[in-house]
């Protein structure tokens, strides 16, 4: 294995729970990493086995080489920011800074200096001499992070640093983080059950469920390919369709039979083979509506259907529209609806339509 941080066949049960199932995860060194899943997928335990606060019952976990799988806490080259902070109340944010250095023994001006370049790195040196009561939820979160890295871990797990800020603040600690990674270029393990922060923040992802990873990529190829109905509906929203592919056609591409579509359509994988059963994806905003039939052709899915639905977004609209037995999720910009300007109300009857590049196999067997 070349990466940096190595996780190699790491499992952790608790009683009768399978909390990490057989996890295999190489992390390159500087990389921002996300572990992302539910609650109860095994994500926060596999960050504490890298932190050392619980052991794993088989497998090893490697930084640089090393293996630090029966380290305790303190001998291992990571730092941890958790999401209550746990910063000392009494201490001023200087001190908490420090606390670290203090306790490793640093001389004096090692101290000083690595202390007032953390607070000057995370925009708190005039706060320098508050304690944590004053200080915002936020702010309270810099310091955490400034006291991590003021002892230089190689490695730095983010254990949901932002779930209890709100909406407004998370965003913008998550351009912070953004901007402080690219600074210190430490690699950066980030647990959380957001899928947002994970693809703002993340070089690449690790969708976990059920103690298992289902797929590691960036985020691009998470939403925009991925390989299991669960990572496909984690990621962001989807319509699903199962059929059996009945025909090839020229240039890749393949005619499905959809339960309950009435009618075939046409998909762009030149690995499905015929008579295969075959679950597919398309996201929201690869749908087009119109009042009117597309022009026909073989690469155009075409299905009449009904609104049933109307969600304003501001940004964009939502459409629920029943196309047989299926109800479908539509996503456009206002700009987008092809209808004469005319935005379909409640029971307008409507053209659901989507290329045949835009589908996405997400499990593929053999038809009984």
């Known amino acids: 294995m070349g990466g940096f941080l190595v996780i190699d066949h790491v499992s952790k049960s608790f009683g009768s729970l399978r909390a990490v199932d057989d996890v295999c995860l190489e992390v390159g060194p500087g990389e921002a990493f996300s572990l992302l899943g539910p609650s109860g997928c095994g ?3 596999l960050l504490r086995m890298i ?6 019952d088989s497998g090893r976990i490697l930084v640089a080489g090393q293996d630090i799988s029966h380290l305790p806490p303190e001998q291992r080259p ?3 920011v958790f999401q209550n902070y746990a910063l000392f109340p009494h201490l001023s944010v200087w001190e908490n800074i420090a606390f ?6 640093r001389p004096r001006d090692e101290i000083r200096g690595g202390v007032d370049r953390m607070l000057e790195l995370v925009r708190l040196s005039e706060h320098a001499k508050k304690r944590p009561a004053q200080l915002s939820g936020g702010q309270k979160q810099r310091v955490a992070i400034a006291r991590a890295l003021v002892n230089r871990p190689q490695v730095l797990l983010l254990d949901e640093p932002l779930a209890a800020l709100d909406l407004k603040l998370r965003q ?13 270029g430490t690699t950066f393990i980030y647990v959380t059950h957001d899928q947002g922060e994970a693809m703002s923040l993340s070089d690449r992802i690790a969708v976990m469920n059920a103690g298992k990873v289902e797929q590691v990529d960036g985020p691009e190829a998470l939403y925009e390919t991925p390989r299991s109905s669960f990572v496909a509906t984690f990621i962001g929203d989807a319509n699903f369709f199962t059929g059996t592919a009945v025909e090839h056609q020229h240039e890749g591409y393949v005619r499905v039979m959809v339960d309950g579509l009435g009618s ?7 690995a499905v083979g015929s008579n295969q059963t075959l679950k597919l994806m398309v996201r929201p905003e690869k749908i087009s509506l119109t009042l009117n039939r597309p022009p026909s052709g073989e690469r155009v899915n075409a299905f009449p259907g009904t609104v049933e639905d109307i969600a304003y977004f501001g940004s964009h609209t939502r459409y629920r529209v029943r196309i047989g037995e299926h109800r479908v999720i539509a996503q456009l910009q206002r700009s987008r609806f ?22 996405r196999v997400v499990r593929l067997e053999d038809a009984a």
């Open 43 to 45: 994500k926060t335990t």
């Open 51 to 56: 932190a050392g606060f619980e052991r794993p």
């Open 78 to 80: 990571v730092n941890t």
């Open 100 to 105: 670290g250095l203090r306790m490793s023994g």
């Open 172 to 184: 913008h600690m998550l351009m912070e983080l953004n901007t402080l990674h690219e600074q210190v």
């Open 264 to 270: 075939p359509l046409v998909l762009s994988n030149g």
């Open 338 to 359: 092809s209808g004469g300007g005319i935005e379909p109300p409640r029971g307008a009857d409507v053209w659901m339509s989507f290329h045949p590049d835009e589908a």
